[in-house]
């Protein structure tokens, strides 16, 4: 398995503000994702990240609004750009390709995102 | 692409009684099927995978699921639930290209 730190847990932001979100493995992983979790809703992947590679999105999401970066293979980083209130919700990180555990994705906590 | 569909957005059970949470996908071959569980305020817990071989998986906390290639079903088990138990429960499929798709998930009250 793996045990991924998300930073900041919880965030309370101002409208067009930036907040930069926190990813940390304690293994090396070859995919890095994350996801957008609206109140409510279930998971909607945003990107892929991976190393070395500019971040995948999918559609709905692009890169002015939510930059990523993927230093490493235990680091992620993504940004909610000119944040709006439809951008709260809880924004997750996800990991899979751990030794022994290729195929399995594991996810961090959470950030719970509130946008004023 | 593959998708998963849960039916149910709401099961409430009684403590002790006995549950099942249904998961239906779409995919053109055999997917990678998963059940996550999110407790209040938490992330997700993986619960059990099926990826080939024996149909019926068990999982953590006393869960079970039987993949049926006929049905294209998931149907995610308990005998006993506990109140531990209450939380959302989400379906989740992935293709070979590590592209996993998420159902609606479903919300699990247990009544005293």
């Known amino acids: 398995s793996a045990v991924i730190s998300q930073k900041p847990s919880r965030d309370i932001c101002q409208r067009g503000t930036s907040l930069t979100i926190q990813c940390q493995v304690d293994?090396?992983?070859?995919?890095m994702f994350w996801y957008r979790q609206q109140p409510g809703q279930s998971l909607t992947l945003i990107a892929t990240a991976n190393q070395g590679s500019e971040a995948t999105y999918e559609s709905g999401f692009v890169i002015d609004k939510f930059p990523i970066s993927r230093p490493n293979l235990t680091f992620s980083t993504l940004t909610v750009s000119n944040m709006s209130p439809e951008d709260s919700s809880i924004y997750l990180c996800?990991?899979?390709?751990?030794?022994?555990?290729?195929?399995?994705?594991?996810f961090g906590a959470g950030t719970r995102l509130s946008v004023l | 692409a593959q998708s998963v569909t849960q039916p149910d957005i709401h099961i409430t059970v009684s403590e002790g009684a006995s549950l099942e949470l249904r998961c239906n996908y779409s995919y053109g071959a055999t997917p990678y099927l998963f059940w996550y569980v999110q407790s209040p305020g938490q992330g997700l817990q993986l619960l059990l995978k099926?990826?080939?071989?024996?149909?019926l998986v068990q999982g953590i906390k006393g869960f079970e699921a039987e993949f049926k290639r006929s049905q294209s079903s998931f149907n995610l088990r308990k005998p006993s639930v506990h109140w531990s138990d209450a939380a959302e429960y989400f379906c989740a499929v992935a293709a070979r290209n590590n592209d996993m798709r998420f159902g609606a998930g479903t919300r699990l009250t247990v009544k005293p």
């Open positions: 996800s990991v899979k390709g751990t030794l022994g555990d290729k195929n399995i994705q594991y």
């Open positions: 293994s090396q992983v070859t995919m």
């Open positions: 099926y990826f080939s071989g024996d149909t």
